[in-house]
């Protein structure tokens, strides 16, 4: 059954080609895109999410969400995505407004309840959807599955430890983990080896489009910055996730529960054998995933 989506995300350049393959396959039913603090502060954020249903067409209404942790501080990832998210591309602001909303978790609670039943996809920090459960604890009926990127068994890149969306709000990963939703994580693990060549990036421009051409320039300034700090091209680590929300046959998984260290190793994921409520991504068939990405972008805004 196709429920109704809500995206949680901080776009990001990967966020916004996770943005292009889910509108490819699931355009009718994403009910809304919560943008919040992450990758650049959560003001950017919205305003790339809107330029980014600009460019597909998208009518999604778009909610600012949390712009802190709930504890502590954090560090963006301006020196991954460029100052403005997106490759430093200064693609100005749409002229769609996000939603009015004094609140924005009442906002969210009751688009989930008019929903019926939703699915929950979170590319950023989670502490939107620990704010949600928290405040609103029976929403835990109306949400069918959770499927989060971020974490890392055996690697970090924030610390030797922990990976970026994790380490943002350690506390409030632990809490969404700890509710008893069922997740899938797609960590670190997996989606450092979905990553585009050069070349494949440079194939984009064949196409004709405003919106192969803009990504094109995105992901070439990502794939410099990327590979500067150590990994194998320009990473679509938010795309992956996706991906396995849309087509899970292309992954290898196994169930178990996860904790999120907030003390001694900050952000740190751990695979516990308590609650195994976890689907756990262990691998996936990487080119397969690249591909399906390249024709999304290829075929949006044709």
């Known amino acids: 059954m196709k429920h109704p989506i809500i995206l949680d995300t901080d776009p990001g350049i990967d966020d916004a080609v996770a943005m292009i393959v889910l509108h490819h396959f699931r355009k009718t039913n994403i009910r809304l895109i919560v943008a919040g ?57 749409s002229k769609k407004q996000p939603l009015a909303s004094s609140d924005f978790l009442k906002t969210l609670y009751d688009t989930i309840i008019e929903a019926g039943t939703v699915d929950y996809i979170t590319l950023g920090p989670l502490t939107n ?14 949400i069918a599955r959770v499927v989060t990127m ?19 709000d350690a506390e409030s990963a632990d809490e969404v983990f700890a509710s008893g939703l069922p997740i899938a994580l797609v ?5 450092n080896h979905v990553t585009f060549s050069m070349e494949q990036i440079e194939s984009l421009s064949s196409v004709k489009t405003p919106l192969a051409c803009l990504m094109q320039k995105i992901l070439e300034e990502n794939y410099k910055n990327c590979t500067r700090y150590g990994e194998e091209g320009s990473t679509m680590h938010d795309s992956t996730a996706v991906l396995y929300y849309l087509f899970p046959e292309y992954f290898k998984t196994e169930q ?35 591909d399906l990405i390249l024709s999304c972008i290829t075929s949006e805004g044709r």
């Open 129 to 142: 959807l620990a704010l949600l459960l928290k405040r609103y604890p029976d929403v835990r009926s109306h």
């Open 256 to 290: 178990c529960g996860i904790t999120v260290d907030s003390q001694k190793y900050y952000g740190k994921t751990i695979v516990t054998k308590e609650r195994n409520h976890v689907t756990l991504i262990k691998g996936a068939e990487s080119q397969t995933l690249c």
């Open 37 to 93: 603090y992450g990758n650049i502060k959560a003001e950017q954020t919205v305003k790339n999410a809107l330029l980014m249903c600009d460019l597909l067409s998208m009518d999604t209404p778009v909610l600012k969400g949390a712009v802190v942790p709930q504890y502590g501080s954090y560090e963006d990832a301006a020196h991954i995505h460029g100052a403005d998210g997106l490759g430093g591309m200064s693609l100005g602001t």
């Open 187 to 191: 960590p670190l693990d997996t989606t």
């Open 150 to 168: 971020g974490g890392g068994i055996a690697c970090g890149n924030v610390t030797p430890h922990a990976e970026f969306n994790i380490h943002c």
